[in-house]
T-cell receptor, first 115, second 112 residues
């Protein structure tokens, strides 16, 4: 199994530009989570989906952030416009159908730098 | 904040020694999980302990849970240099959504 796939692995962009992060969950998993990790705030949950439906987006910092999951094998996290304070590592994780609150499988992350 | 807190925040030991990390949390949980993160990588699930369990083992890992004290500990026995990583506890809270709440992590360094 390929595991959770994220792209790009690194992204450097200028303030004001649109950034799109991509995630392919593990096949057969029905929950998908987007996290952001910084030294100051640790690992924060931004949003999660069950069966492609957004369930909890209370962690999305502001309207500049949006996430979609058009099908079971693909999700995007978009930041528009990006700001320097968005610099962080963004992780996608998926979880199998075996039950709520179960273990999550993380991707390698996308390191975003906004200058 | 419902966030779990790991203690200590950093630990440096010699290879072969045991490493103990503690986690405290604030409200009733469904389960508590431990994850490892190697530098520059994603988190890897290590072990899950349910609220009705008190102790669990997996290889060199031993996890305990004390729901009366709202705390958990992760013991790594006979540590190896490859155990050098950051370790996170994550709590699944009852009555809420299905999300996990992660602590800020603890950096373990195992010196060869």
């Amino acid at each position: 199994d390929a595991g959770v796939i994220q792209s790009p692995r690194h992204e450097v962009t200028e303030m004001g530009q649109e950034v799109t992060l991509r995630c392919k969950p593990i096949s057969g998993h029905n929950s998908l989570f987007w996290y952001r990790q910084t030294m100051m705030r640790g690992l924060e949950l931004l949003i999660y989906f069950n069966n492609n439906v957004p369930i909890d987006d209370s962690g999305m910092p502001e309207d500049r952030f949006s996430a979609k999951m058009p099908n079971a094998s693909f999700s995007t996290l978009k930041i528009q416009p990006s700001e320097p304070r968005d610099s962080a590592v963004y992780f996608c994780a998926s979880r199998p159908k075996t039950g709520a609150w179960g273990e999550q499988y993380f991707g390698p992350g996308t390191r975003l730098t906004v200058t | 904040s419902q966030q779990g807190e790991e203690d200590p925040q950093a630990l440096s030991i010699q290879e072969g020694e045991n490493a103990t990390m503690n986690c405290s949390y604030k409200t009733s949980i469904n389960n508590l999980q431990w994850y490892r993160q190697n530098s520059g990588r994603g988190l890897v699930h290590l072990i899950l302990i349910r609220s009705n369990e008190r102790e669990k083992h997996s290889g060199r890992l031993r996890v305990t849970l004390d729901t009366s004290k709202k705390s958990s500990s992760l013991l790594i026995t006979a540590s190896r240099a490859a155990d050098t990583a950051s370790y996170f506890c994550a709590t699944a809270y009852q009555g809420g959504s299905e999300k996990l709440v992660f602590g800020k992590g603890m950096k373990l360094t195992v010196n060869p």
